[in-house]
């Protein structure tokens, strides 16, 4: 990601707008600070796609409540699977007020998930002429993300879980999540409903997961930036309906995850904080549907579980669980 700096210093120019107003009018200024948000939002947004989707896997796998007050400890692996559409974006100078793609009308530019690029954007703005290269991505076709969870037994078909990862840093890349969810059983309000029917139950869950970048310090006279970190809150809301037979079960769940992302750049200099806020119009809140379809295989006190979840993007979730009743 050490290629994301030379994003940088073209943000910066809406600094300089700021304090050489007499040279530029606002439209200008305005019409800049929208082209680069628009190149950062193509390059982030399947990003924050993949987050909601893996924040969202692996919670719960049986729509069965859990015996009260009994433990079970749980390691997760999140593979999620990135198609072409994901890992580029076709930008066009039609899209863009100020900003042009150099010898060229339209590229296939990578987001996140893409890889190297050729593509350079070159613009002008208060008789200054500038460039730089599109943002280069990380060039995955796949990512892990693994989790250990913790889920408790609570009374009235209730259940507890909480997940927490550490930050951990990969190639000046670093990475943590944490998060809460809560399942309460339906076929407590049936009568006569035994554990070998198929159960009913409703999921809502929150998720953390905090993501910062890198990168050699640059000096750009108002401002020295060294890293960006992204901050996604996520929530999950879903029904659940499970099968068991003997010791296989199948389930599955349809809902509807929301996500919150906020942008912030770490550094120093008097252009930071206007860069910050700057980066906000970038945020919000986003829904997109889900839906989950998966197994467990029972042995002793321990449950495998495989779930595939479907949505914008592909993810399979493979658990190891260990119940403690």
């Known amino acids: 990601m050490r290629n994301y700096v ?15 107003t007499a040279q530029s009018t606002p439209s200008d200024q305005e019409l800049l600070i929208n082209d680069m948000l628009l190149v950062a939002d193509n390059f982030a947004a399947p990003g924050a796609e993949g987050a909601a989707i893996q924040s969202s896997a692996g919670w719960f796998s049986s729509a069965s409540a859990m015996d009260e007050w009994s433990i079970e400890f749980s390691v997760h692996g999140n593979a999620l699977f990135i198609p072409k559409s994901k890992q580029n974006k076709v930008s066009s100078n039609s899209d863009f007020s100020i900003l042009n793609l150099q010898g060229m009308n339209n590229a296939l530019l990578p987001t996140v998930y893409g890889g190297d690029s050729e593509a350079v954007f070159e613009g002008s703005i208060f008789g200054q002429n500038f460039s730089f290269d599109a943002i280069e991505g990380l060039n995955k076709k796949v990512l892990i993300h693994p989790f250990p969870q913790v889920t408790v037994g609570l009374p009235y ?47 809502a869950t929150y998720s953390n997961f905090k993501v910062d ?15 960006i970190d992204v901050n996604a809150n996520l929530w999950l809301v879903q029904l659940m309906g499970s099968k068991l037979y003997d010791t296989f079960e199948v389930f599955g769940a349809i809902g509807v995850t929301n996500s919150q992302f906020d942008y912030e750049m770490d550094g120093s200099g008097p252009g930071l904080a206007i860069l910050n806020q700057s980066l906000t119009a970038i945020g919000g809140n986003e829904a997109k549907f889900k839906g989950d379809i998966g197994f467990n295989y029972y042995f002793n006190n321990f449950k495998v579980s495989t779930m595939f979840t479907a949505g914008s993007l592909f993810n399979a979730n493979l658990g190891l669980h260990y119940r403690i009743k």
């Open 6 to 20: 030379k994003f940088f210093p073209v943000v910066c120019l809406f600094f300089i707008c700021n304090r050489t």
């Open 157 to 203: 078909g209730t259940e507890v879980a909480v997940r927490y990862l550490p930050s951990i840093i990969v190639n000046d890349v670093g990475f943590s999540t944490y998060g809460i969810g809560l399942k309460h059983n339906f076929n407590q309000y049936i009568k006569y409903s035994r554990p070998d029917d198929f159960q009913f139950a409703a999921v």
């Open 213 to 227: 970048y890198a990168f050699v310090p640059v000096n750009i006279q108002i401002a020295e930036l060294n890293r």
